[in-house]
C-alpha cells in the first residue's frame, strides 16, 4: 500500500492527476484494501473461486422508481446516484468486503442481448426473521396479502418484478439435500 | 475518508506537512481506519424489511441441467438437492459463512436453476404476473482477479463472447446467452458507476 500510495504522490506532484482523483483513487484503494484479506486464492486447476455475489443488474424504465422502492422498503443504502438513469442500492456488508448491490437503471442505448435464460425472482435474506413483523411491515406499505409461506414470502415490486425475502430457516441451498 | 485525504492532500501542498509525512498518514489511514469503521456508519436508517444478502437467484431456463454444469464448470460451484426441475448451487461449501456476513442466520447465497413454466399459477395459486422489469444480467466476484489472467482461463473453459467490461471487470455469456460478469472485490457498490 505505500508504494501504491508514493506512485500516487509523484503522480500528484507532477500534475499527472489532479486533487480530486487522487483522493478518490485512494478512496477506493482503501476499500479494496479492507476487502483484501478475505479474498481466498483460488482452487488449483480449472475454473474460478466464487467469493458470492457482487451486483444484479435491474434495468426498468425509470430507475428513480425502483430505486425508491428498494430503499425505503428493504433498507438498500443508495450510491452514486448522479441523476443520470441509474443508482447502485448497497446491503449487506461494507463495499469491496462482501456487500452485495442492486443496479437499477434505465434502459441504454444497446438494446438487451438476446437470452433463452431469465432471472425470474431475486430472493433476499432477512436476518432476524420475524414472521408477525414483516406481515405488519408490509401491511403498513400496503401489501395485505403476500404469498408464499411464514418465513418466505413474495411481493411484486413497482415494476411486477417477483421479489422474495425469507429466513435462513426456510430458505437454504442445503436443506434440500436428501430430499 | 475522501475528506480526509483531501485535507491531508492541501496540507502537504501549503507546505503544512513534509512529503514522507504525508505517505505515512495516508498509508496508516488507508490501512486501519477504513476497516475499523462501523459497518452501520454508511448504512440508512433501519427500515423494518432489512434485507442482509442476496438468498438465491432463480434462474430460469429449458434445461437447466446444462446450465447447472455451464455455473459448475466455471465457476467451481457444487450442485445440492437435484430435482427433476431443479438443482441449487451455494456458492461455498457446507458450514461456510457468506464472505463479510457474522450472523449465523444469514445462509450462502447459491443460484436456484430451473426449468419451469413461468406462465403457470405461482405459489398460492395465483397467476404470475408478467414483469416490466428485467434482470439483465449478474455480477459475481471471484478469488484473486486478474483480468487477462480470467480471459485466458475463460478462453480455455470454451466460454463464448467474453469481453472487457468497465475498469475492473469481464463479462461473458453462459449457456443460454445470459450475459454474466466477473471482477474481483474492486467492483463493488462504491466504484461503479463512480
Known sequence: MEKFIDRLIKQFE????????????????????????????????????????????????????????????FGMQVLNDKGKGRANLAFGPEPGKGGNFLVVHNPGANPLKPSEAVIDHIAYTISNYDEGKVR????????????????????????DYDVQFASAAQENAFRREGR | MESFFA???????????????????????????????????????????????VNHISYNCP?????????????????????????????????EKPMGVTANDVPL?????????????AEGGAPRRKSQAV???????????????????????????????????LHMTDAYGYDVQISGVANNALSDGA
Open chain 1, 14 to 73: 507532477s500534475g499527472q492527476i489532479g486533487r480530486r482523483e487522487f483522493c478518490q483513487t485512494l478512496a477506493m484503494a482503501t476499500a479494496v484494501f479492507a476487502g483484501g484479506a478475505q479474498a481466498n486464492a483460488a482452487p488449483a486447476g480449472r475454473g474460478f473461486k466464487m467469493l458470492g455475489l457482487n451486483h444484479l443488474s435491474y434495468q426498468c424504465s425509470d430507475y428513480k422508481k425502483a430505486r425508491d422502492f428498494y430503499s425505503s422498503m
Open chain 1, 136 to 159: 405488519a411491515a408490509l401491511k403498513a406499505r400496503g401489501y395485505d396479502a403476500p404469498t408464499g409461506r411464514d418465513g418466505s414470502r413474495h411481493v411484486y415490486d413497482p415494476f
Open chain 2, 7 to 53: 485535507t491531508e492532500l492541501d496540507d502537504f501542498a501549503t507546505g503544512k506537512l513534509s512529503r514522507r509525512a504525508l505517505l505515512e498518514t495516508l498509508t496508516l489511514a488507508a490501512t486501519t481506519t477504513y476497516a475499523a469503521a462501523p459497518a452501520s456508519a454508511a448504512m440508512a436508517p433501519d427500515p423494518a424489511l432489512k434485507v442482509t444478502l
Open chain 2, 63 to 95: 434445461d437447466f441441467k446444462k446450465a447447472a454444469d455451464w455455473y459448475s464448470k466455471v465457476f467451481n460451484l457444487d450442485q445440492v438437492g437435484a430435482s427433476k426441475i431443479d438443482v441449487a448451487l451455494p456458492f461455498g461449501k457446507k458450514g
Open chain 2, 109 to 121: 447465497t447459491h443460484l436456484i436453476i430451473r426449468s419451469r413454466d413461468l406462465n403457470a399459477p
Open chain 2, 135 to 169: 434482470m439483465e444480467h449478474i455480477g459475481y466476484t471471484v478469488a484473486d482477479f486478474d483480468r487477462e489472467k480470467a480471459k485466458a482461463e475463460l478462453k480455455a473453459l470454451g466460454v463464448e463472447n467474453v469481453r472487457d467490461g468497465g475498469l475492473y471487470s
